[in-house]
Nanobody
Framework: QVQLVESGGGLVQAGGSLRLSCAASGRTFSTYTMGWFRQAPGKEREVVSSISRSGGTTYYALSVKGRFTISRDNAKNTVYLQMNSLKPEDTAVYYC?????????????????WGQGTQVTVSS
C-alpha cells in the first residue's frame, strides 16, 4: 500500500495557475501508474490526468487538455499537476491516486490508493 499526500491547492482567479504536488511513501513509487482526479460538489469523481510508471505516456481529459500538465519525479516519489488557464469550472477537490495496473488504468475503481484531496477554487 502506498500513502499519498497532496498539496498546492488554493484560491485563484480565472486565468491563473496552480501546481499540485502529491508525495508518496510506502511501496516503490515507480511501480505505480499515477492519476489525478477531481470531484465537484454534487458530481461524480472524474479522471483529470494520468501518467505511466516511467512517465513516458500521459492521458488528459478533454476538458483540461492543453491547459494541464502531469509529470512525475520517481527519484522524489512525487507526481505533479501543473494547471494553467484555470476556469471556474475547474473548481473541485483534487485527488491523487495510485494504481498497480498498467497505463490502461484510468477509472476510479482502477486506483487502489488515494490521497485526502486538496481544494482548488477558481473565482470568476
Amino acid at each position: 500500500q502506498v500513502q499519498l499526500v497532496e498539496s498546492g491547492g488554493g484560491l485563484v482567479q480565472a486565468g491563473g495557475s496552480l501546481r499540485l504536488s502529491c508525495a508518496a511513501s510506502g511501496r516503490t513509487f515507480s511501480t505505480y501508474t499515477m492519476g489525478w482526479f477531481r470531484q465537484a460538489p454534487g458530481k461524480e469523481r472524474e479522471v483529470v490526468s494520468s501518467i505511466s510508471r516511467s512517465g513516458g505516456t500521459t492521458y488528459y481529459a478533454l476538458s483540461v487538455k492543453g491547459r494541464f500538465t502531469i509529470s512525475r519525479d520517481n527519484a522524489k516519489n512525487t507526481v505533479y499537476l501543473q494547471m494553467n488557464s484555470l476556469k471556474p469550472e475547474d473548481t473541485a477537490v483534487y485527488y491523487c491516486a495510485a494504481s498497480v495496473l498498467g497505463f490502461a488504468a484510468m477509472t476510479v475503481r482502477d486506483f487502489g490508493s488515494w490521497g485526502q484531496g486538496t481544494q482548488v477554487t477558481v473565482s470568476s
